[in-house]
Every structure is written in structure tokens, then in C-alpha cells.
């Protein structure tokens, strides 16, 4: 998957899952991936692109089923929590807000194989 992303924090991280969901609307979790930004390279508010691959799987969406995407700023507690002040043992807590561009000039975009 390709993102293109602002965040409001350079010390964040980013969860992404991918989902079925049957015609009930109940929603089945498929695969999914965290990534963490951290430090000097991070600048607040600025787009950057980002790619995440999903952990492989194998899964068939059957006929009727939507495939949902979560995009999130964590993923807690499958996932160590991460402070958003670059300390890791850290008690302050700093929030972030990611901020998803899909546009021509950013085309964030997933892209599923398809058996023939």
C-alpha cells in the first residue's frame, strides 16, 4: 500500500489492517502491519509518501463481501504503545493526528493481487 501522509508529530507510528466484511457488516481482520516513524527525518506537517506491505496471507474475499482498509495512529495493546516523544520508556503522552492525502498530485492507493 502506498500513503501519503502528514502527521502532526514526528514520533509517531501508523497501523494498518485489512479486513473482510461479510454482507452482515461484521468485519474480519485479514493481515496487517505497523510501521513507526521516529526522529529528525520526521518533519511535523510535511507529506510524505509511505509504503507498507501487509503481512502475507492468503484469503478469499467472497462474492457479496467489501474489503476494508483501517488506517490508524497505533494499534495498542497488540502493539507496544509509542509515547510520541521519542522516549519509549516515557510517561508523557503526546498525541498525533495523521492526515491521509489521496489526490492526483498524492495517489495513495492498495494493491491486491487477483489469482487468474
Do not use: K, W
Not at 59 to 76: C, K, M, P, V
Not at 80 to 96: F, K, S
Request: charged share 20%.
Amino acid at each position: 500500500m502506498e500513503l501519503h501522509l502528514a502527521s502532526d508529530n514526528a514520533h509517531a507510528d501508523l497501523f494498518a489492517r485489512l479486513c473482510d466484511v461479510d454482507p452482515a457488516g461484521r468485519s474480519s481482520n485479514v493481515t496487517d502491519r505497523i510501521i513507526r516513524f521516529a526522529g529528525p527525518d520526521a518533519t511535523p506537517g510535511d507529506v510524505r509518501r509511505v509504503e507498507i506491505t501487509l503481512d502475507p496471507t492468503a484469503h478469499r474475499f467472497d462474492a457479496g463481501h467489501r474489503i476494508r482498509l483501517q488506517i490508524s495512529g497505533g494499534a495498542f495493546p497488540r502493539f507496544a504503545r509509542n509515547p510520541g516523544t521519542g522516549d519509549a520508556a516515557g510517561t508523557t503522552l503526546n498525541p498525533v493526528t495523521h492526515t491521509v492525502h489521496h489526490n492526483a498530485a498524492h495517489p495513495s492507493n492498495i494493491a491486491l493481487p487477483v489469482p487468474r
